[in-house]
C-alpha cells in the first residue's frame, strides 16, 4: 500500500528564512507525488507535482521539491517564506492503477507559521 | 474560483439526521472524489466517480452514499448522523484518473452534527 509521512505537524520560521517540510513515501511502485497546500477556511489547492520527469519541481510561489528515490523523500522548499505562505501543507501519493481509477493518499500534513 | 462548485458551505444539522452534499465538478472534468477531513482522521478519501460509475473506495461508512449524474455533478449522502461525523468534506475533480494532473478541489462543506 501506498502512503506518505510527513515530518513534523508544526513548523515555525521567520519571514525570508529557509522553509523545509519534510515528506517521505512508500511506494512498491514508481510513484506520482503532489504537494497541496490549504489556506484558512479554503480548500488544498496544487503547488507542484512529480510525475517521473525531472527530479526537482518548481511549483508556484516559490516552491520546489527534490524526488530522492535513494530516500524516498520529497521534501517542499522555498528559499525564504513570506507571511503569506503561513497555511497548511499536505504531500500526497498517487499511483497508476490504469483506466480512471485512482486515489490520492494524503499525508498528516504540516502547518507552517512565519513570523516576523 | 477553482471552478468546482460545492454546496451549501456550512450545514448545522442533528444527530439521526440525513444530509446530501452536492458538488459540480470543474468543466471537462470526469472523475469526482470525495473526501473527509477532521482534526482527529485528517485527510481520509472516501470515494471517486468516472463518468457515472464508481471507480475507487477509501473509508466511506456504510451509512454514507455517493452517486455521479448524468451531467458528471455528484452527491454525498449522510444519513444517521453521529457527533463524530462532524468534518470538512471536500469534493474533488480531475479529467480523468488524475494521477498525472492532481485533482483541484473545492472550498468544501463544513458539516456540523449537534
Known amino acids: 500500500a501506498q502512503s506518505v509521512t510527513q515530518l513534523g505537524s508544526h513548523v515555525s520560521v521567520s519571514e525570508g528564512a529557509l522553509v523545509l517540510l519534510r515528506c517521505n513515501y512508500s511506494?512498491?511502485?514508481?510513484?506520482?507525488l503532489f504537494w497541496y497546500v490549504q489556506y484558512p477556511n479554503q480548500g488544498l489547492q496544487l503547488l507542484l507535482k512529480?510525475?517521473?520527469?525531472?527530479?526537482l519541481v518548481k511549483g508556484i510561489n516559490g516552491f520546489e521539491a527534490e524526488f530522492k528515490k535513494s530516500e524516498t523523500s520529497f521534501h517542499l522548499t522555498k528559499p525564504s517564506a513570506h507571511m503569506s505562505d503561513a497555511a497548511e501543507y499536505f504531500c500526497?501519493?498517487?499511483?497508476?492503477?490504469?483506466?480512471?481509477?485512482?486515489?490520492?493518499?494524503f499525508g498528516t500534513g504540516t502547518l507552517l507559521a512565519v513570523q516576523p | 474560483d477553482s471552478g468546482v462548485t460545492q454546496t451549501p458551505k456550512h450545514l448545522i444539522t442533528a444527530t439521526g439526521q440525513r444530509v446530501t452534499l452536492r458538488c459540480s465538478p470543474r468543466?471537462?472534468?470526469?472523475?469526482v472524489y470525495w473526501y473527509q477531513q477532521s482534526l482527529d482522521q485528517g485527510l481520509q478519501f472516501l470515494i471517486q466517480?468516472?463518468?457515472?460509475?464508481?471507480?475507487a473506495k477509501g473509508n466511506i461508512l456504510e451509512r454514507f452514499s455517493a452517486q455521479q449524474f448524468p451531467d458528471l455533478h455528484s452527491e454525498l449522502n449522510l444519513s444517521s448522523l453521529e457527533l463524530g461525523d462532524s468534518a470538512l468534506y471536500f469534493c474533488?475533480?480531475?479529467?480523468?484518473?488524475?494521477?498525472?494532473?492532481?485533482?483541484?478541489f473545492g472550498s468544501g462543506t463544513r458539516l456540523t452534527v449537534v
Open positions: 474533488a475533480s480531475s479529467v480523468a484518473g488524475g494521477v498525472v494532473d492532481g485533482y483541484t
Open positions: 511506494s512498491s511502485v514508481p510513484p506520482y
Open positions: 512529480y510525475t517521473s520527469a525531472a527530479t
Open positions: 500526497a501519493v498517487s499511483v497508476p492503477r490504469g483506466g480512471a481509477t485512482n486515489k490520492l493518499i
Open positions: 468543466s471537462g472534468d470526469l472523475s
Open positions: 466517480y468516472y463518468n457515472g460509475e464508481e471507480r
